[in-house]
């Protein structure tokens, strides 16, 4: 059964930081490009950030660009979201999903995997 799991979300202060990681398993995602998304109640699931395959590219939202940073390690099945500078407005269920391709996409139809999501909450 292919899973992706994600850890790390919690309660920060708005100004502080979180890493989120998503670590796959049942299969390996070294040839697939990563991404995360989120989502807060009653809006449409938006893009993050996203990584290639082999981590040379990378895509930010205009929205976290600067404050988040999106790594991954083939090795562990891992992907990463360093968020920094945390905003209350970036409180949201976080996701992670896998592409069916190893090129970066902002678009929600290339990523065909997705876990359960991690919530993180900044308060002001």
């Known amino acids: 059964q292919v899973q992706l799991v994600e850890s790390g979300g919690g309660l920060v202060q708005a100004g502080g930081s979180l890493r989120l990681s998503c670590a796959a398993s049942g299969r390996t995602f070294s040839s697939n490009a990563m991404a995360w998304f989120r989502q807060t109640t009653g809006k449409e699931r938006e893009f993050v950030a996203c990584v290639s395959w082999s981590g040379g590219s990378t895509l930010y939202a205009d929205s976290v660009k600067g404050r988040f940073t999106i790594s991954r390690d083939n090795a562990r099945d891992t992907v990463y979201l360093q968020m920094n500078s945390l905003k209350p407005e970036d409180t949201a269920t976080y996701y992670c999903?896998?592409?069916?391709?190893?090129?970066?996409?902002?678009?929600?139809?290339?990523?065909?995997?997705w876990g359960q999501g991690a919530q993180v909450t900044v308060s002001s």
């Open positions: 999903a896998a592409s069916f391709a190893g090129w970066i996409s902002d678009l929600k139809s290339q990523y065909t995997y």
